[in-house]
């Protein structure tokens, strides 16, 4: 059953040195305040996987606690490239990153299989795609039935995941509003489980019909963190910080700037921070 804690000692429990830890969210409901609290802990050695990674994964690699990343397509959407991310590619700052590339499909695939206790993927894909000759984790297998030739990904099994969700109740059990992405799958596909939301509520009710209810059983932590997924948006709750996402682009583009700017906001910050931005952006709405 999932215990309500404080983000620091729902990282400090949950997340380790050389994990394999993955933070979804899909436009919207991106866990940053986790991820901050990641950074502030000194995390090293992680393995990264995320669907379109973006700002927050470029933040986890520029402070060099990544070792490698499993993504598919990685860029600040709207604006352009993720510098840490790029200048750890090209040039090992501040330290070499291992990356493996694969399709949307492919990624979504693997994490089902991962919520499934499957060893692989299947899927028909990477039709024509150079991804394979660069990806040896791309493989292809027969169907015994009809001899179609699939393509093969394995699955995805992180040691955490993390995200973020709109409400939880104080039994731990999670709702997903809007657009739910693969966060239900990414957490039945790991061994353990954070959930920043930014409501504890009695009830749940009532969810909307695109809504997703993940169950206390399958939830290690869930933390109270208002405005957790600020500068992504929350459906809801506040709106994307579009004038963030450009900024960005100028602050990771140098190094020092970079560093000046983890410093100052998340090294030197806390959750509660959080709180501030989403009622700054709820006022703009």
Not at 75 to 100: K, Y
Not at 124 to 150: H, M, Q
Not at 163 to 186: F, P, S
Not at 233 to 249: K, L, V
Request: glycine share 8%; with cysteine; proline share 6%.
């Amino acid at each position: 059953m999932a215990r309500i804690l404080s983000l620091a000692q729902a990282v400090a429990e949950n997340v380790k040195d050389g994990d394999t830890v993955a933070m979804e969210g899909f436009t919207h409901l991106i866990p940053y305040a986790a991820g901050h609290e990641v950074i502030r802990q000194g995390r090293k050695d992680l393995f990264l996987v995320r669907m379109t990674p973006d700002i927050l994964y470029d933040q986890l690699i520029g402070v060099g606690a990544a070792r490698g990343m499993k993504f598919s397509w990685g860029g600040n959407p709207g604006v352009g490239s993720l510098h840490r991310f790029r200048d750890a590619v090209e040039n090992q700052w501040p330290r070499p990153l291992e990356i493996e590339e694969h399709s949307h499909a492919a990624m979504a695939n693997a994490y089902e299989a991962g919520a499934t206790n499957l060893p692989f993927a299947m899927l028909r894909g990477y039709i024509g795609a150079d991804l394979p000759k660069v990806n040896a984790n791309i493989k292809s297998v027969t169907c015994p039935f009809t001899g179609e030739v699939l393509a093969a990904v394995p699955a995805i099994r992180p040691d955490v995941t993390i995200i973020h969700a709109q409400r939880a109740d104080r039994k731990g059990n999670v709702l997903l509003e809007g657009i739910v992405g693969v966060q239900k799958e990414a957490v039945l596909a790991a061994t353990r489980s954070i959930v920043t939301v930014e409501e504890i509520v009695d009830e749940l009710n009532p969810p909307s019909p695109n809504s997703v209810v993940l169950p206390t059983w399958a939830v290690t932590a869930v933390v109270h963190v208002p405005g957790g997924a600020f500068p992504s948006y929350a459906h809801g709750y506040y709106p994307r910080s579009n004038a963030f996402y450009i900024a960005w682009d100028e602050i990771a583009r140098d190094r020092e700037t970079f560093t000046a700017w983890i410093k100052e906001n998340v090294l030197d910050a806390k959750p509660e921070d959080f709180a501030r931005h989403a009622a700054k952006s709820a006022k703009a709405a």
